[in-house]
């Protein structure tokens, strides 16, 4: 219900909170000291699964490396990149990937453009209020994840036991990619509240370039584990589309 027994309307704080159009950057940079209601999580989100156990190497992210998985290196080798895939996929869901192809500095530019429309003034920002807020560097940035989109699906359809064009040309895996640029910002009561509730993405796969902050975090084996940032690196999340498909 959007209002509760003690006569706070949920609804309302919602409406008024969208109608500013100045998101949460806004109330951060209007000094606010106690997190908006609206912003509180229910209790069982707070305090559901347990943290990983801290050093136990089963709860750390795969970390793969694919140098070797371009077709005109060893073919033995993207086997083994192949398996490693097939296992990081299964067993977790989630992995991060090095000497993926995307240059350093355009995962710079794009971060760094995202900062940029992120701490201009408040009325500059409403014009694309839940519109496509950064254009500049995005063209880049996208090719960039798409070729490396391109690539995961060839060494998935590979795990699988499948020829390498089954995902992105058979099934078209790979004809849609939709881009977006989040802000986290400090948060002045993060006991009462999470960035994101608990979720699985509904496309294939997830491709995503973390800043140095951190914050992620993956369901495995029951406990919540921390994706550290490892520098250059892209996390790779499987979507609801491919574990439903394949």
């Not at 806004?26 to 606010?32: P, S």
């Not at 369901?219 to 394949?246: F, K, S, T």
Request: aromatic fraction near 8%; charged fraction near 25%.
């Amino acid at each position: 219900m959007a209002t509760t027994d003690s006569g706070y309307d949920r609804l309302a704080e919602q409406k008024a909170f969208s109608a500013s159009k100045a998101g949460v950057k806004g109330l951060v940079d209007a000094g606010v000291k106690e997190l908006p209601r609206m912003f509180h999580a229910p209790p069982h989100f707070l305090n559901g699964r347990p943290p990983a156990p801290a050093g136990d190497p089963e709860f750390s992210v795969p970390v793969i490396d694919l140098a070797g998985a371009r077709d005109d290196h060893d073919p033995e080798e993207r086997k083994r990149i192949v398996q490693k895939i097939s296992d990081a996929s299964a067993k977790w869901g989630f992995f991060q990937i090095v000497n993926h192809g995307v240059p350093t500095s355009t995962q710079n530019k794009i971060k760094a453009g995202t900062h940029r429309f992120f701490n201009q003034d408040a009325e500059a920002k409403k014009e694309y209020f839940r519109a496509e807020p950064i254009r500049e560097n995005v063209q880049e940035f996208s090719e960039e994840i798409s070729k490396v989109g391109g690539l995961m699906f060839e060494l998935l359809s590979e795990a699988l036991g499948l020829a390498s064009n089954h995902l992105k040309e058979e099934m078209g895996c790979a004809e849609g990619m939709g881009l977006a640029c989040n802000y986290y910002p400090h948060c002045p009561q993060p006991e009462l509240a999470l960035g994101i509730t608990h979720h699985t993405d509904i496309g294939f796969i997830t491709v995503l370039s973390q800043d140095h902050v951190g914050g992620l975090q993956v369901v495995h084996r029951g406990h919540w584990v921390d994706v550290p940032p490892v520098p250059e690196a892209l996390v790779v999340n499987i979507g609801d589309m491919l574990q439903v498909h394949v």
